[in-house]
């Protein structure tokens, strides 16, 4: 099935919790994959370190290494149920990041055959455009989603940033945008300072929203007023034209259809 990567200019824009909030969204089965090198966040964000730890990305690894078969089954030793039904799923990105030096190219290509061979897709948290980043694994992706806030100093970083990650990636794996907020610039504006993308979405500044998502706390009240806040309301558009996107690639790409996929967002602004 597909891997759809997120990654950003840095700086903290609210990548994993868009990341996290589509997963939650999503509609059918999906795998939320923390492969950030810098290590993971929700279990000790969201789930407040309650959660017992598994060794997540790091076991699935080095379960790769051995075969695909053993990768599968690593997989569902080491993954987490989000919702009783465990149609969303987690694994946990790296305790310590100083592991991530153990991680070569090839151990990415590893991962991101595993990813590949699931039959549902896969969200791939990567962490910031750095030299660090699992590039093996972008490049395997049916669709990058850059995540930034639309201010200068984004912009600013993004610019070169961007840049690198499109000469890594090639032609072949699509770039898309997606803002936290709407000011200062618009969706219009950073296509002319940083390119075009084939798909283009906005998230809502929504802070109570995003503060659950990112830190955990507060009552089960408040846990179930998320469902319906405005970020996870845009979270859920978001997941659906990102699969659409996805399934019209595919398709295109295997003959089922003719014609390029559908850019998401184009016209809007």
């Given at each position: ?71 599968e ?42 990813f ?17 980043q ?12 850059v ?19 499109r ?10 945008l ?20 084939a ?71």
């Amino acid at each position: 099935m597909s891997v759809i990567a997120f990654t950003s200019p840095g700086d903290s824009p609210g990548a994993t919790t868009t990341a996290f909030a589509m997963a939650l969204t999503w509609p059918g089965r999906v795998l939320l994959a923390e492969c950030s090198p810098a290590g993971g966040q929700i279990l000790r964000g969201y789930f407040q370190c309650h959660t017992p730890p598994v060794g997540g990305l790091w076991d699935l690894a080095l379960a790769a290494v051995h075969s695909p078969n053993a990768a599968e089954a690593a997989m569902w030793e080491q993954t987490i149920a989000l919702d009783d039904e465990r149609q969303h799923l987690l694994l946990p990105g790296l305790v310590d990041p100083f592991l991530a030096t153990e991680f070569s190219a090839t151990t990415w290509d590893n991962l991101a055959a595993t990813f590949s061979a699931l039959p549902f897709p896969v969200l791939a948290d990567t962490g910031p455009i750095s030299p660090e980043q699992p590039f093996a694994l972008l490049r395997a992706a049916e669709l990058v989603i850059v995540v930034m806030r639309p201010t200068l100093a984004q912009v600013a970083a993004a610019r070169p940033r961007i840049a690198r990650l499109r000469q890594a990636l090639g032609p072949t794996v699509p770039l898309a945008l997606c803002l936290i907020g709407e000011r200062p610039y618009t969706l219009r504006d950073l296509r002319a300072e940083l390119g075009e993308f084939a798909m283009t979405a906005t998230m809502p500044i929504d802070e109570k929203a995003a503060s659950v998502l990112s830190q955990g706390g507060g009552s089960d009240r408040a846990r179930r007023r998320i469902e319906v806040s405005p970020l996870m309301r845009a979270a859920r558009t978001t997941a659906n034209h990102a699969l659409s996107f996805t399934t019209a690639q595919r398709r295109a790409l295997t003959g089922s259809s003719s014609g390029r996929a559908p850019v998401v967002g184009e016209g809007r602004r």
